[in-house]
């Protein structure tokens, strides 16, 4: 699905330096890397502030945490995402409730999120899937008419730009009172193992974050709140510094692999490819087809047996998930979520493929139909 390797052999020699420099200089942890990485990032996104973190369900836990939440409390979250998104807020006693999400952009729908507010709400997790921002601008009016907390899990969209009604533009994670993304090595900006990030533009957020982030410290062996152990390591932050520059290049890289797809299956009877948001850009972390009157698993299958690999994001929405069967509501129905489980599958996507990849892989899914 990924080509790290060949990506990696592109940067060798940057990468190579800068990791012998952490261990020379043995700055495992907190190296001045660490902050050099975070601050081009706040440049890159527009955010204020960026704290690092472990990884990015670490970076949704510290979000709540820093929130004043309280056992009970409900937090939405879409019922079709990874489940990192609701594992943190079921760890921290909170309550998960299930949103359906739109079929054509695969985040939250707009339209029934407002009926799932109840008094207790106290956060909204929208999930900007597969590369393409949620429509902010309504969710951040119910939010406010709420008076709720605005959580962006980033994780597979950072870079991915939303424009408002009015033409102001804001980059993925910039725009709820917390963004988080992950840096795990297949997302569009991956180190060489995990770690994570928090973004705000409020600062009284920003420094509870930290603190909760480093075991609620407030100077040092001073414990002002509970909070947890979660740390960018030195050594994937130089990685991440190096690799920061390159992420506009692979995102267009992405892209142009996205747009061949697009070209390939225009017009066929039995695939929709990625529908494309009129306002937001698309950073394609996944290459998802929704497949019509066509046996999913065959194809999927079909493809195994010609060496092309393809991935089903995800196979059992949250509310079927055993560990989550119980935070179902009266009244909910999933429909689409669940019709999607059955429906897509996502081919591969990177920043290495050439043409005659994207070739055989577009024509052999193809023959698939014949
Ligand atoms: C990858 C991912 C996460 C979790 O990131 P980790 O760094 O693996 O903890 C959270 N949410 C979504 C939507 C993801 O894709």
Same mark, same amino acid.
């Given at each position: 699905?990924?080509?790290?390797?060949?990506?990696?052999?592109?940067?060798?020699?940057?990468?190579?330096?800068?990791?012998?420099?952490?261990?020379?200089?043995?700055?495992?942890?907190?190296?001045?890397?660490?902050?050099?990485?975070?601050?081009?990032?706040?440049?890159?996104?527009?955010?204020?502030?960026?704290?690092?973190?472990?990884?990015? +369900?670490?970076? #949704?836990? =510290?979000?709540?945490?820093?929130?004043?939440?309280? *056992?009970?409390?409900?937090? @939405? $979250? /879409? %019922?079709?995402?990874?489940?990192?998104?609701?594992?943190?807020?079921?760890?921290?006693?909170?309550?998960?409730?299930?949103?359906?999400?739109?079929?054509? +952009?695969?985040? #939250?729908? =707009?339209?029934?999120?407002?009926?799932?507010?109840? *008094?207790?709400?106290?956060? @909204? $997790? /929208? %999930?900007?899937?597969?590369?393409?921002?949620?429509?902010?601008?309504?969710?951040?009016?119910?939010?406010?008419?709420?008076?709720?907390?605005?959580?962006?899990?980033?994780?597979?969209?950072?870079?991915?730009?939303?424009?408002?009604?009015?033409?102001?533009?804001?980059?993925?994670?910039?725009?709820?009172?917390?963004?988080?993304?992950?840096?795990?090595?297949?997302?569009?900006?991956?180190?060489?193992?995990?770690?994570?990030?928090?973004?705000?533009?409020?600062?009284?957020?920003?420094?509870?974050?930290?603190?909760?982030?480093?075991?609620?410290?407030?100077?040092?062996?001073?414990?002002?709140?509970?909070?947890?152990?979660?740390?960018?390591?030195?050594?994937?932050?130089?990685?991440?510094?190096?690799?920061?520059?390159?992420?506009?290049?692979?995102?267009?890289?992405?892209?142009?692999?996205?747009?061949?797809?697009?070209?390939?299956?225009?017009?066929?009877?039995?695939?929709?490819?990625?529908?494309?948001?009129?306002?937001?850009?698309?950073?394609?972390?996944?290459?998802?087809?929704?497949?019509?009157?066509?046996?999913?698993?065959?194809?999927?299958?079909?493809?195994?047996?010609?060496?092309?690999?393809?991935?089903?994001?995800?196979?059992?929405?949250?509310?079927?998930?055993?560990?989550?069967?119980?935070?179902?509501?009266?009244?909910?129905?999933?429909?689409?979520?669940?019709?999607?489980?059955?429906?897509?599958?996502?081919?591969?996507?990177?920043?290495?493929?050439?043409?005659?990849?994207?070739?055989?892989?577009?024509?052999?899914?193809?023959?698939?139909?014949?």
């Amino acid at each position: 699905m990924v080509d790290l390797k060949s990506q990696y052999q592109k940067i060798k020699n940057e990468v190579d330096k800068a990791v012998i420099e952490v261990m020379e200089n043995a700055s495992f942890i907190n190296g001045p890397a660490v902050k050099e990485f975070c601050d081009d990032l706040a440049v890159f996104s527009g955010s204020n502030f960026v704290i690092p973190c472990a990884n990015g +369900t670490d970076a #949704i836990q =510290v979000a709540m945490m820093a929130m004043d939440l309280q *056992p009970g409390d409900e937090v @939405i $979250v /879409p %019922v079709w995402t990874y489940v990192a998104t609701a594992e943190v807020i079921a760890l921290l006693k909170l309550k998960p409730v299930f949103a359906e999400v739109n079929p054509n +952009t695969f985040c #939250i729908d =707009v339209d029934q999120l407002e009926k799932k507010i109840s *008094p207790k709400t106290k956060a @909204i $997790v /929208p %999930v900007h899937l597969y590369g393409q921002c949620s429509d902010m601008e309504p969710i951040m009016k119910i939010a406010t008419k709420y008076n709720v907390y605005v959580i962006e899990d980033t994780a597979q969209a950072i870079g991915a730009v939303y424009t408002f009604s009015d033409g102001t533009k804001k980059q993925a994670g910039t725009i709820g009172h917390v963004g988080t993304t992950s840096f795990f090595p297949s997302k569009n900006l991956g180190c060489y193992g995990d770690g994570g990030a928090i973004y705000t533009q409020d600062e009284e957020l920003a420094k509870k974050m930290k603190m909760i982030a480093h075991h609620g410290e407030r100077i040092k062996y001073y414990h002002d709140v509970i909070g947890c152990n979660s740390r960018l390591d030195t050594m994937q932050a130089v990685v991440l510094k190096i690799k920061l520059k390159h992420l506009k290049d692979y995102e267009k890289n992405r892209n142009a692999v996205a747009n061949f797809y697009d070209k390939a299956f225009e017009g066929h009877p039995n695939i929709a490819t990625p529908y494309r948001s009129s306002n937001s850009t698309h950073v394609f972390h996944q290459y998802t087809l929704k497949l019509i009157n066509a046996d999913r698993d065959a194809l999927k299958e079909f493809l195994a047996s010609k060496n092309i690999p393809s991935m089903i994001y995800y196979p059992v929405p949250l509310h079927h998930q055993l560990a989550y069967k119980d935070n179902l509501q009266p009244g909910d129905s999933f429909e689409i979520s669940e019709l999607l489980a059955k429906s897509v599958i996502s081919l591969p996507i990177h920043t290495e493929m050439d043409e005659e990849q994207l070739n055989y892989i577009a024509e052999t899914v193809k023959s698939f139909f014949l």
